[in-house]
């Protein structure tokens, strides 16, 4: 499949103010390049792997030998007990909301989450008019910043769900265009295209989860048998296929998910590609996807410098990162398996209590899944922390974010007022809750999707 008319104008607007957010990108480059021996804090994620890499890489090719420090989670309390009385410090991927980074000296920001702001120096589009969910992700910033690896910028915009790019996003896609780095097209997006042979990548399909295939190796067989693709060696994969078959195999999983009354999950299945010419062609590395599914399994099981180790370039991380996400994909096939059958219509929304049973580290990967063919209302799932505490994670569709849905102010209100912190973007967010309010914070919450509908309604 290759790219096919343009993408509808909603998707691509700016409202930005372009020039100043730009300004700012290289006010905090020159800041940070300046500092002696500087510290990279960033997120665990996908997006805060690549755009501390992003960082680390060009912080290390001005001479400088920066230390690395990877965080779940950060707020004030954080802050004011171990950060307060050091200095160079560049937060990544989060501290756009922490007020207590203000008291650090020589400290900087670079950050695309809803805030109101910091006085210490951020490069963050929210605060230029930019949608930090939509149009650009922390590693694009990084990039915009620091003028490297437009590469690891599409990675993390893919891993932070930001595909199809656009705006700032598509900005760089075509830089690296340019650079013959990058190369968009419009296929199937499923992970394993590269990687694993028909039978597999069609039985352990996660990404999307095809309800009634994945986790069914006879129904997958079944499936190749009617595209005519069963007798293929069994090494071949997706990407082996001439396009005659590739479009046999892409016109069978639909007809089989609108037989099976799935026909929305279609609408997961195909859209823009990213292939990274600059890797191997059977590398997990080779599509943006991948490379980000790859990154959030080192994130999510606490492997933050084997991720980190993967972008630069190190010797054996990419060896080390397979046998991380080999498991990784073990505890999304069991959480998927519980989410599936534990998943309550609470009105406004759909709670997936996962409370004992699915990992914090990947309730929200969970949460994204079930909302592959859970369409019409958002996705709220809860889990429980290293701290005991209650965390929460949420996925919308761009369809309910038109219709007036904002989880990340959803969450921080709600959560909020029963003395727990939330916030994020407006179709992926996430809260804390202390322990023994969890009732209340989901009438809260309830309550607070109702009132967003109900101002965006004519």
């Not at 993408?7 to 990108?25: I, N, Q, S, V, Y």
């Not at 992926?428 to 309604?457: N, Y």
Request: glycine fraction near 12%; aromatic fraction near 6%; charged fraction near 25%.
């Amino acid at each position: 499949m290759q790219p096919g008319p343009e993408l509808p104008a909603w998707l691509g607007f700016e409202m930005g103010d372009k020039e100043r957010f730009l300004e700012k990108c290289g006010e905090l480059a020159e800041y940070a390049l300046s500092w002696d021996s500087p510290t990279v804090i960033n997120h665990f994620d996908c997006d805060g792997i690549t755009s501390g890499s992003i960082a680390v890489e060009a912080l290390r090719r001005a001479g400088k030998k920066p230390k690395v420090l990877t965080l779940k989670k950060i707020d004030d309390d954080y802050i004011n007990v171990n950060l307060v009385g050091k200095n160079e410090l560049l937060f990544v991927d989060f501290g756009g909301t922490c007020k207590s980074i203000d008291q650090i000296k020589d400290a900087a920001i670079i950050d695309h989450h809803q805030t109101e702001g910091t006085k210490t120096l951020q490069a963050n589009p929210q605060l230029h008019g930019f949608d930090g969910g939509r149009e650009i992700s922390s590693a694009g910033v990084a990039h915009l910043v620091f003028g490297v690896r437009e590469d690891l910028a599409i990675v993390g915009a893919v891993g932070d769900v930001q595909a199809p790019l656009v705006s700032l996003n598509r900005e760089i896609l075509h830089e690296a265009e340019k650079k013959g780095t990058v190369e968009a097209r419009l296929d199937l997006k499923a992970y394993g295209k590269n990687t694993r042979s028909l039978a597999v990548f069609l039985t352990y399909s996660d990404e999307p989860y095809l309800p009634g295939i994945t986790g069914n190796e006879e129904a997958s067989v079944a499936l190749l048998e009617q595209a005519g693709l069963k007798n293929k060696p069994f090494e071949t994969t997706y990407n082996d296929l001439p396009e005659n078959e590739k479009s046999a195999l892409r016109a069978a999983i639909v007809e089989y998910l609108s037989r099976s009354g799935f026909a929305g999950v279609s609408a997961d299945l195909f859209g823009e590609c990213y292939i990274l010419k600059n890797q191997p062609e059977k590398s997990e590395l080779r599509d943006a996807s991948e490379f980000s599914t790859l990154l959030n399994a080192c994130g999510r099981n606490g492997r933050f410098e084997v991720g980190m180790g993967v972008c630069l370039g190190e010797p054996g991380a990419l060896d080390t990162a397979k046998e991380i996400l080999a498991q990784h994909k073990k505890n999304l096939q069991l959480g998927i398996q519980y989410a599936s059958k534990h998943t309550t219509d609470m009105g406004e929304f759909y709670l997936i209590d996962g409370r004992g049973q699915i990992s914090d580290t990947i309730i929200g990967v969970v949460a994204g899944m079930i909302g592959t063919y859970r369409r019409d209302k958002p996705i709220l799932a809860l889990s429980i922390d290293e701290e005991g505490k209650i965390k929460v994670s949420g996925r919308a569709k761009e369809h309910m974010i038109k219709e007036g849905i904002n989880l990340g102010m959803a969450l921080k209100a709600s959560a909020g007022a029963i003395g727990g912190v939330g916030g994020g973007h407006r179709q992926a967010a996430g809260a804390s809750l202390p322990i023994g309010k969890t009732e209340e914070f989901l009438v809260l919450f309830g309550e607070k999707l109702c009132e967003q509908k109900t101002a965006q309604a004519p």
